[in-house]
């Protein structure tokens, strides 16, 4: 009996040990660190340039695939007032971010640019006026409007859009 109960004791210690150890949860940074002047990112949007070819700068956006990190950025698009020329992402004044078209690229240091440097005729450059890490959520999460982050990360929908269709 005693046996019986030590065994069973030991089973469900060693079901607990796995449960523990098999779940894996997202870091999140809940503090970080004082918000730093966005540094230019050097990035070819085409091929021509003057003088010797430079090299290609390859950053890695630490918020890819973060699901915190996007639905911040998403929170943070509607905080600066992208809808004002994007919309939803669909676009208006701005141009669409929901497609496959992008007229500067859609890489994660191509969208860094063009918010921290801003485009010529209507981008502003938000760069010193808003944090690094910041401008990183809001790529994350522009990406994820045109379905460059995994589905998993992403919000199904935002949080202002109406639950039931209009009727008419």
Do not use: F, K
Not at 48 to 60: D, R, T
């Amino acid at each position: 009996m005693a046996n019986s109960r030590l065994t069973r004791a030991g089973c469900y210690l060693l079901a607990a040990g796995i449960l523990l150890t098999g779940c894996h949860r997202e870091r999140r940074e809940l503090r970080s660190a004082p918000p730093s002047r966005a540094r230019p990112i050097p990035v070819r949007v085409s091929a021509l340039q003057p003088g010797p070819a430079l090299p290609v700068a390859h950053v890695q956006n630490r918020y890819e695939g973060n699901a915190y990190a996007i639905s911040e950025g998403q929170r943070l698009y509607n905080w600066y007032n992208c809808t004002g020329c994007h919309a939803n992402g669909g676009g208006s004044i701005g141009p669409a971010l929901m497609d496959s078209v992008w007229i500067y690229g859609n890489s994660p240091e191509q969208i860094y640019a063009s918010i921290a440097q801003g485009r010529p005729n209507g981008m502003p450059s938000w760069g010193g006026h808003i944090p690094d890490e910041q401008i990183w959520q809001l790529v994350a999460y522009v990406r994820s409007l045109s379905g460059l982050q995994p589905q998993a990360a992403t919000p199904a929908r935002a949080d202002q859009l109406p639950i039931t269709p209009d009727r008419r």
